[in-house]
């Protein structure tokens, strides 16, 4: 075993250990909970490693990066999740790789997925990215739709040619009522999917919790945890 796969594979039982114990805390079973590694400035190799030991679901933020790394890992049985804020213009080569697209905001990003999904003959399953920093009808720092914009999104996905809606996701907000408390953030987002799943019962996937606050996540009942410097490191600078 290499060094970097023997790093890798240290640092991956590790942050198996802390979903197992957080899904005993929380009274869930293991399975309930699917652990994405997020692999973004990191190079092929390392999800080349990450495959062998047995990770299924990987995640970049950035295309230019993803698009590479994809295509250059594309014999490997991975499922590559979208994770970063999205451009129209990025959107044919992000629906070239990825399997799921967790950050869909706004209707017009909707339409240019269909857009393409539909041309590539793919089905791409869609995440609202939901902004608990945002007003009611506003957008996040990061990125996301306000909670009471979610509606509308999704009936726009579940409608669209090539696209699935699979449900919810958010990032931990660093400001507004949410700020250090990730888990009351969590359990709103689990409210909201709650709320989604009465009109569209099949997306029942929340995506939450990252290396940080995973534990949170899982208490509140998240389905996939998105974690990328617990399993790999700190994150070497970009040149």
Request: hydrophobic share 40%.
């Given at each position: 075993m290499?060094?970097?796969?023997?790093?890798?594979?240290?640092?991956?039982?590790?942050?198996?250990?802390?979903?197992a114990a957080a899904c005993v805390a929380a009274g869930r079973k293991r399975e309930e909970v699917t652990l994405i590694v997020v692999t973004k400035t990191y190079p092929a190799g390392d999800v080349r490693i990450l495959s062998e030991l047995?990770?299924?679901?990987?995640?970049?933020?950035?295309?230019?990066?993803?698009?590479?790394?994809?295509?250059?890992?594309?014999?490997?049985p991975l499922n590559w999740h979208f994770v970063g804020q999205l451009q129209t213009?990025?959107?044919?080569?992000?629906?070239?790789?990825?399997?799921?697209?967790?950050?869909?905001?706004?209707?017009?990003?909707?339409?240019?997925?269909?857009?393409?999904?539909?041309?590539?003959?793919?089905?791409?399953?869609?995440?609202?990215?939901?902004?608990?920093?945002?007003?009611?009808?506003?957008r996040g720092e990061r990125g996301g739709v306000a909670p009471g914009g979610i509606e509308e999104l999704a009936d726009l996905v579940s409608g669209a040619p090539g696209l699935r809606l699979d449900g919810l996701m958010t990032v931990a907000p660093l400001t507004g009522e949410y700020a250090g408390r990730q888990q009351a953030a969590f359990e709103r987002l689990m409210d909201l999917s709650t709320d989604l799943r009465r009109a569209h019962p099949a997306a029942n996937m929340v995506s939450a919790g990252m290396s940080a606050d995973l534990e949170q996540a899982v208490a509140a009942g998240a389905t996939h945890v998105r974690v990328g410097t617990a399993v790999l490191g700190v994150r070497p600078g970009l040149g």
């Open positions: 290499t060094d970097r796969k023997g790093e890798i594979a240290g640092n991956l039982a590790k942050v198996e250990e802390r979903i047995g990770v299924r679901h990987v995640a970049e933020n950035r295309d230019q990066d993803a698009a590479p790394k994809a295509a250059a890992c594309s014999d490997l213009n990025k959107v044919r080569s992000v629906v070239g790789y990825a399997d799921f697209v967790q950050s869909v905001d706004r209707s017009r990003l909707v339409t240019a997925l269909s857009k393409e999904a539909h041309r590539a003959g793919r089905e791409v399953g869609c995440l609202i990215q939901v902004a608990l920093d945002a007003d009611e009808t506003g």
